[in-house]
């Protein structure tokens, strides 16, 4: 047998052979939950600034009584970012407290603004991501940042959505539909051109519970404001309101033939109000009349 030559290197060290610790979640990599969290509320809530040349800067200012989601923020992200503090006057409060974070490594930003975080005034331009990821901890960043959740002045559970975006609103009709069963259709607000998206008692117990499942990142107080939404129960003399009834355009046409919303409603197995109200709709063109004739034609 060949003797073992001491001084020969060693083919390979033990510690090669043991396992290294797990790598964690690229940067923004949008199906770790946190990650998709933290888009959502950077696309709601963040700024995205560009300077000259290379420069530029991605900020997201927030009441200081949320600082928390800064710091996580902070935790995941690789590169130097800071979190200031400050007091100022606004419309609201004489002394408003605010925290903001900051990052401003090009690479970083670079990378959000590909996967849709745009750079100046975004509040229209915003879209849910084109690439995979994970919805329910995306839509609650956008919630957490534009969206309220708790109990109406009557104590009915909501769940409410603020948005300029048009796919953003559109996205969590079908996503909240697909979890609750409740459809919503949205509409711009005359005044702002906003939409606002609500959901209210089964619907918003459904969907807080989906969105706000224990130990996700959220803000602390949505989180709780969630969690409280859970013993709500329909009073026994509160009924139960039926799902919306779509119009058909051979609906329609019967309603323009008519011209008239009482008897169109026999007709059509409607009240009287609600033909009342598509009859205006379709006169003043807030929908389009009808292309289509009866069933079968």
């Not at 992200?77 to 419309?91: D, G």
């Not at 990052?103 to 975004?122: H, I, V």
């Not at 909501?158 to 948005?163: D, H, M, N, P, R």
Request: include cysteine.
């Amino acid at each position: 047998m060949a003797e073992h030559d001491t001084n020969a290197p060693p083919l390979f060290e033990i510690g090669d052979l043991l396992p290294g610790p797990p790598a964690g979640p690229a940067f923004m990599d949008l199906q770790h939950p946190d990650y998709a969290y933290m888009f959502g509320f950077l696309q709601a809530d963040g700024h995205l600034a560009q300077g000259a040349g290379r420069k530029g800067r991605l900020t997201v200012e927030i009441s200081v009584r949320d600082i928390a989601v800064l710091r996580e923020f902070q935790r995941l992200t690789p590169y130097n970012t800071s979190i200031t503090e400050r007091v100022r006057a606004t419309n609201f409060s004489e002394e408003h407290h605010s925290a903001t974070w900051t990052l401003c490594d090009q690479e970083a930003r670079a990378r959000l603004n590909g996967l849709g975080l745009p750079y100046g005034r975004k509040s229209r331009k915003i879209t849910p991501p084109r690439v995979e990821f994970s919805r329910r901890d995306y839509l609650r960043g956008v919630i957490d940042a534009d969206g309220s959740v708790g109990h109406t002045g009557q104590g009915l559970p909501f769940v409410s959505l603020t948005t300029a975006s048009a796919a953003v609103g559109a996205y969590l009709c079908r996503y909240a539909k697909a979890v609750t069963g409740a459809a919503r259709q949205i509409g711009r607000n005359a005044r702002d051109g906003i939409y606002n998206v609500v959901y209210t008692k089964e619907a918003a117990v459904q969907l807080a519970g989906h969105l706000y499942y224990p130990g996700c990142l959220s803000l602390a107080r949505k989180q709780t404001a969630a969690a409280s939404l859970a013993s709500w129960e329909r009073p026994a003399d509160m009924p139960v309101r039926p799902p919306g009834r779509r119009w058909k355009a051979w609906e329609d046409g019967v309603l323009l033939a008519h011209d008239d919303a009482g008897a169109a409603a026999a007709e059509l197995g409607r009240s009287e109000a609600s033909c009342s109200v598509r009859l205006w709709r379709l006169k003043t063109g807030k929908v389009r009349h009808p292309e289509d004739g009866p069933p079968g034609a």
